[in-house]
């Protein structure tokens, strides 16, 4: 199994299908959501096989970074870039890192990290309308 761990940076961003997306999952402004969204537009993935870990740039947190761990297999509650608690359950298949995620709104999307060489292309989809945004993320360094 392909493993997600290194530094990735948003190198192309559909700004339009985000703001379709978020609109579609009944955010009041979407806007501002792609806007928030894009501040983790670096990150680090850090994966342990089971276990996936997301850190993600937070001014507000000691040393100006927040981790968000996921279990393979199991549901968590995540607090997104926009600050909604979101549940989250995570799974891998082959190239692909896969969140089934649900508001408190009730809400549905499923996020896909699909690796792809060097680059990982991130697509976010409305369960209900099919609306999709879509990056791509390119790896700047492994910790393999």
Known sequence: ????????????????????????????????A???????????IIDKGDTVIFRIPDPE???GKR?????????SVAVGPI??????FTTKEGNKLIFHETAPNGAKN???????????IL??????????GICVCKREESKL
């Open 123 to 132: 697509t976010k989809t409305d369960v209900v309308s099919g609306v999709t």
């Open 83 to 88: 600050g909604v608690p979101i549940k989250k």
């Open 61 to 63: 947190s000691e040393g």
């Open 1 to 32: 199994m392909v493993n997600f761990s290194g530094i990735w940076t948003a190198v192309e961003w559909d700004d339009e299908s985000f703001i379709k997306f978020f609109a579609a999952m009944g955010i009041p402004e979407p806007k501002m």
């Open 110 to 120: 499923i996020t896909v990290r699909e690796l792809q060489g060097d680059k990982m």
């Open 67 to 75: 981790d968000i761990l996921f279990k393979v297999g199991e549901e």
């Open 34 to 44: 792609l806007d928030l969204f894009k501040s983790a537009e670096k990150h680090e």
